[in-house]
């Protein structure tokens, strides 16, 4: 499997593993999760949120910084931000296993 990676900010980008690795450069970076892949297939929802998971609250990123998340195969990320790099990272059907659809 190939791994991709990002450079710059991106927007509601499909993410076919379930994590990530970013890092940032010079500048603070926040990112959001959109619950777009199973089992909810509904990018209303937010992975990061406040206990309501239709209010998106984005984290964030510290400067000169790398960390691993969990997005989910299928969801949508994005990124806000200069300097930063994100790569897909661990598998394509892991996050999926045992998902009823």
């Known amino acids: 499997m190939a791994i991709t990676s990002y450079a710059g900010a991106i927007s509601d980008t499909v993410w076919t593993t379930d994590k990530a690795q970013i890092t940032s450069g010079s500048n603070a970076l ?21 206990g309501t998971v239709t209010s998106s609250v984005p984290r964030v990123i510290p400067a000169n910084s790398k960390i691993d998340i969990y997005t989910g195969v ?21 996050a999926n296993a045992g998902v009823y659809d």
């Open 30 to 50: 926040t990112f959001q999760v959109k619950l777009a892949g199973k089992p909810t297939s509904d990018d209303t929802n937010f992975l990061y949120n406040d």
């Open 74 to 94: 299928g969801n949508k990320v994005t990124i806000a931000g200069a300097n930063g790099t994100f790569t897909e990272v661990g598998t394509a059907s892991s």
